[in-house]
């Protein structure tokens, strides 16, 4: 066996299991808080499920697992990304992983005031929201610089948490149904039929509910077996969560008229409908928002946590500023989380000025991290390709099954749905243009990635001064 195979096939005690790294694809990507906006579309949503399944999180699963058992390095997109196109992409791609995940965290905080809010029929000021949120992603940071094994636990406990969850979601439904009520929506042959109409707007949305497949490889160096693991999570990981997916929708569109659903309350919206107003269904229900409360805490934790390792392992390269390879004596990446936590506030203060709903401020947010989260995914179908075409000489314990040109092909396809949907998030054809939200979504896309371009270019020129190489 070669030097470079060893990585790939090396136990390492104490390390991730295939469990663990279940727990935190599960958690990173089962996303309970966008299962409303999915369901929105009615039952066509199941079949639009399977449809992108099929075209992209499962051929992008699949990539992922081949990349992170061929390179078990720590860093995910960044790692190979930079292999594949040097130094320079590797930084900027790092940089836009770690930089919408930080304003993405104030739209977390901002979705766990609003649900607590509505779970405990509570009213609380803006401003007091404002400091609320702050507090949360503060703690958020707080807790992601704990010990790896105690964050490994609370992302265990999180997915755990998402499966009661869309259990009870399923319960809700069955008991709505055995009370004697009709579906809350057709569900005719035909209303499964895939058609655009009013859907396009959430489409999105059901894209983003299959991004964080390349989590589990965030931190692959430590998998026990990264050459078994990775592939075997990644797989698991496709065919559980799309079904987790489909079950969840179909059981919201069962209890509640799709003109209803609100996108940030249609899960305990969809409980009470179920469960009813007994006093007994009243507690059940104020104990899975409580429970949907930790989840969506849990939840923006692991991104947090995952994106400031891969900024972490940047910096140690010197492709961004110093600070964000500061290190806990834990090993936790506390430099790049106290930026975020940073960031995240900024962003929560600047959208406390937006006029308009909670739902209005939540999505224009979405969209905008949505859009620079979707970059990397792009860029990284292309590192595979590359790698695949020009590096023949590492071991790649697992490759994409089929042909070559299936690979290609699949890889091609994932990019037209990535290039398609950062098209719907500024703008969605045969609506019309809403020019605040809009425009707060532009400019905050253009700020991040301008000041991504001259923080990165300036630590690739300071590393050059000191005599590394760099390759662009």
Known sequence: MSKKSKPATLEKKGGLSQFDMLCSLITAIFFVDTIASVATMGVAAITWTVIVAAIFFFPGSLTVAELGSAYPDNGGFYSWIKRAFGELWGARISWIYWACNAIWISSVATLIVNVFCQVFYIEIAPLAKTLVNICIIWFMVFVATRPMQSSQKITNFSAIAKFVLGGFLVLAAVIFLAKGNGFSNSIAASSFKPTFGAAIVFIPALIYNFLGFEVSCSAAAEAKNPGRDVPRAAMKNCLLVSGLYIVAVFAMITVLPIENISILRGLVDAYRAGFGDSVAATILTYGLGVIFIIVLFCQGMMWLLSTCRVSK???????LPAFFAKEHKNGSPVGSLIIAGCIATAM????????????????????????????????????????????????????????????VLFARIGELVIVATMFLFIWVPGTDFDVQSGSFVLIGILVTLGVGEVIVRKCIKNKQKAGGQINQ
């Open 313 to 319: 392992e940047t910096a140690l390269t010197g492709e």
């Open 348 to 407: 929560t203060l600047a959208s406390s000025l937006l006029a308009g709903s909670a739902e209005t401020v939540f999505w224009s947010i979405f969209s905008c991290t949505s859009f620079l989260l979707l970059i990397p995914y792009l860029i990284n179908f292309e590192a595979y390709l590359k790698l695949k075409r020009t590096d023949k000489t590492t071991p790649r314990p697992y490759t994409f099954p089929g042909p070559s040109w299936l690979a």
